[in-house]
């Protein structure tokens, strides 16, 4: 059944280009939330997994953390538009660190975010909490969209997510955070290398490299404002060659993606997740 505790689920606009440049064609979609289903829903979140991860997916037993995931099939949503047994177009759910931290891949994990956070000074209090002495409570929270999937479903997902950590912690289960742990990634604009070595006459260069952060997360930079820490790291595994071209999107620029990371003290989440419901509001 569609999942909605309390109120119906917004209905949320996707623009489609036509294959005219004269003519755009609005395709209305009504999006539906549901829990998470684990004898549908593994698949899909296998790949979405691989999508916010990017090239470093490779490091982390994904079909583990899909499992992970779908075990708690009360925690977090996924949002569809053709019925519930069809795959996620978008998901969100959150992992206590500190309750499955035997697990190999949470183990994998905490390694692989201490080790890219240390990269980044802005992200010292990341790596801080994330240490056994500290006593901190950690939720990962894991979410990504398919990319023409518009940022409207993100805000209910955040407010049911707030709502069944409520429910859970009233039933006494492991979700008594003092922090959430935002996975997330950014990306920055390269030159083309596709045009070294041509002597055809150039069009003059804006510069290299722009040192410009883009969002593929438009709702990250709200919830940059109610954040303990917030940065970019580099990923450990370099992409193959042309691939920044490959994500060119007819400019004259490629694009090149990053991780990014977001901590966030479990006390502002309400804050943090209303100031998302005013600015993301749907269409």
Not at 88 to 112: G, Q, W
Not at 201 to 219: A, L
Request: negative net charge; glycine residues 4%.
């Amino acid at each position: 059944m569609a999942k909605r505790k309390g109120s119906p689920a917004p209905d949320a606009h996707a623009e489609e280009e036509s294959s005219s440049d004269e003519d755009t064609d609005m395709l209305n979609v009504d999006f539906e939330w549901f829990d998470p289903q684990p004898n549908v829903d593994f698949h899909g979140l296998k790949t979405l997994l691989r999508q916010l991860l990017d090239v470093d997916a490779q490091l982390i037993d994904v079909s583990a953390l899909a499992d992970l995931v779908l075990a708690q099939p009360y925690l977090g949503s996924t949002v569809k538009v053709d019925g519930n047994e069809t795959d996620p177009y978008a998901f969100l759910s959150v992992i206590n660190l500190h309750e499955h931290k035997e697990k190999p891949v949470v183990k994998c994990l905490i390694d692989y975010i201490c080790r890219q956070a240390s990269t980044n000074a802005d992200l010292g209090p990341v790596a801080e909490a994330l240490k056994p002495s500290s006593g901190t409570e950690v939720g990962l929270i894991l979410t990504e969209r398919l990319i023409n999937i518009p940022s409207e479903v993100v805000p209910p997902m955040y407010r049911m997510l707030l709502e069944e950590i409520s429910w859970a912690i009233e039933e006494n289960e492991p979700y008594s955070f003092s922090h959430f742990l935002i996975l997330s990634k950014t990306y920055r604009e390269v030159s083309s290398k596709l045009n070294i070595g041509d002597d055809r006459p150039q069009k003059k260069k804006k510069k290299e490299d722009s040192e410009q952060v883009f969002y593929f997360h438009p709702e990250d930079e709200v919830l940059h404002r109610h954040a303990r820490a917030h940065g970019d790291y580099a990923y450990v595994k370099e992409e193959p060659d042309g691939q920044a071209d490959a994500k060119r999107a007819f400019q004259d620029f490629g694009i090149k993606p990053q991780g990014h990371m977001i901590l966030i003290e479990a006390s502002k989440g309400e804050a943090a997740v209303k100031a998302l419901e005013d600015f993301i509001k749907p269409s």
